[in-house]
């Protein structure tokens, strides 16, 4: 079974600039995760799909950050204008459903400069 | 409100000695709780998690945690460490409803002396 896949692996841009990320939950699974990792914190939860539809979104800074998961299956994590602050790696795991454990994928690490 | 702190930023144990990872959390309703592992340049993956029942869980490389109500406690061991267990480990907490989102701990890295 693949796993959770995530692009780009790293990413260095120049504050103000925008990028985006991309995940592919793994095949089956209903519910979608980012998270936000900082150096030396644990990973805090930006946004929660169930299908297309969004769960829970209330740790996402909506003045710059943006995502979608369209047709309820690959989702986009956009950050426009990113800040020297957002320097970390974004997290996307996968689930059956909501109450099921939660598979993570390598993540993508995010240099702010 | 749930929280995770996690005692020790960094352990470092010699290889075949005991780990213990230290892990206390605070919640207002009864928690599920887990700790993952997570190795260099890796995502995060499941180790164990309590959520009913028997309150010494056993999870995956030889790991085992025990749920202690009375001390809001969830500490991860393992008898003997080996090389390959040298990571970063996150306890965290969440609710038992499908609204509750996970909560993690700082973390926990853990080196292994030969």
């Known amino acids: 079974e693949a796993g959770v896949a995530q692009s780009p692996r790293y990413k260095i841009i120049e504050k103000r600039q925008s990028v985006a990320f991309w995940c592919n939950p793994i095949s089956g699974h209903a519910t979608l995760y980012w998270y936000q990792q900082i150096l030396g914190q644990g990973p805090k939860l930006l946004i929660q799909f169930q299908n297309n539809g969004v769960v829970d979104d209330s740790q996402l800074p909506k003045d710059r950050f943006s995502a979608e998961r369209l047709k309820g299956v690959d989702s986009t994590l956009k950050i426009q204008p990113a800040k020297l602050e957002d320097s970390a790696v974004y997290l996307c795991a996968s689930s059956l459903g909501r109450t099921q454990d939660q598979y993570f994928g390598p993540g993508t690490r995010l240099l702010v400069l | 409100a749930q929280s995770v702190t996690q005692l020790g930023s960094h352990v470092s144990v010699s290889e075949g000695a005991l780990v213990l990872l230290r892990c206390n959390y605070s919640s207002s309703v009864p928690p599920y709780l887990f700790w993952y592992v997570q190795y260099p340049n890796q995502g995060l993956q499941l180790l164990l998690k309590?959520?009913?029942?028997?309150?010494l869980v056993k999870g995956i490389n030889g790991f085992e945690a025990e749920f202690k109500k009375s001390e809001t406690s969830f500490h991860l061991t393992k008898p003997s460490a080996h090389m390959s267990d040298a990571a970063e480990y996150f306890c965290a907490v969440s609710g038992y409803s499908s609204a509750s989102k996970i909560i993690f701990g700082s973390g926990t890295r853990l080196s292994i002396r030969p």
């Open positions: 309590y959520t009913t029942g028997a309150t």
